[in-house]
């Protein structure tokens, strides 16, 4: 099996564990920059007033993996604050035969469209058995078929 590769993205992060690879910046839907809200205690793309944001640098995720050369992943946590459907949604079909597991923490439970979940879960099941691993945060985890 050999050692794995960690590969991390925050935006606002500073403490780097040992042999990580880390990009401070946002996973988005595209390369480019996002306004985040830095709220002290985590961060968001979502709920807060323009001039209350600061610019960070966003990278799509396909892209990340490509700059990279990863072509297989054994685990995908995915906690963006609001934009994972929007991501998931929008990742190559061909990217998630590479991804053994996903570990996804949807925020419905701040906006309610749980509809909108619900679609996205139905979509990852036509690679992922999926199971609600703590349903107060809306995490779920895919493992791959």
Known sequence: MGKKRVLGVDPFETSIPHGAEFWQGAVSVSSGTVKMLKNGHGSSTRGAEAQLRETVPAIALA?????????SVSVLKLNVEGSEVEILMTLPEALFASIDQIAVSFHDFLHGDYRRTEAVLSYLRNWYEIVSIDT???WYLGVLR
Do not use: G, K
């Open 63 to 71: 892209e990340m993996l490509r700059q990279r050369d990863v072509t």
């Open 136 to 138: 107060r945060y809306s």
